[in-house]
């Protein structure tokens, strides 16, 4: 359904893998479980970035779909 309504209004839709997205921290790409303070609490152990868990892992799952464009505006 989204990829329907997506299609509609023109919006590019691009499947990416969700696994480590929760863990993997959205500044610095590290990938540890202790990360993951709380349900909601997100710490990177390795660069210190503190944010909203959801958030965290939104930004993550973002940055996947935008490094499936042509011209990758980023360091994937």
């Given amino acids: 359904f989204l990829k329907y309504k997506a ?3 023109g919006i590019p839709v691009f499947e ?3 696994k480590n ?3 993997e921290c959205s500044m610095c790409r590290h990938i540890d479980k202790k990360n993951r303070k709380t349900q909601s609490e997100f710490l990177c152990v390795n660069c210190g970035h503190a944010e909203n868990a959801d958030i ?3 930004n993550n ?3 996947r779909g935008i490094c499936q464009l042509p011209h ?3 360091s994937c």
């Fill in 56 to 58: 965290n892992a939104s």
């Fill in 61 to 63: 799952i973002s940055s």
């Fill in 7 to 9: 299609t509609l209004a």
């Fill in 16 to 18: 990416v893998d969700p």
């Fill in 21 to 23: 997205t929760s863990i």
């Fill in 72 to 74: 990758c505006p980023l």
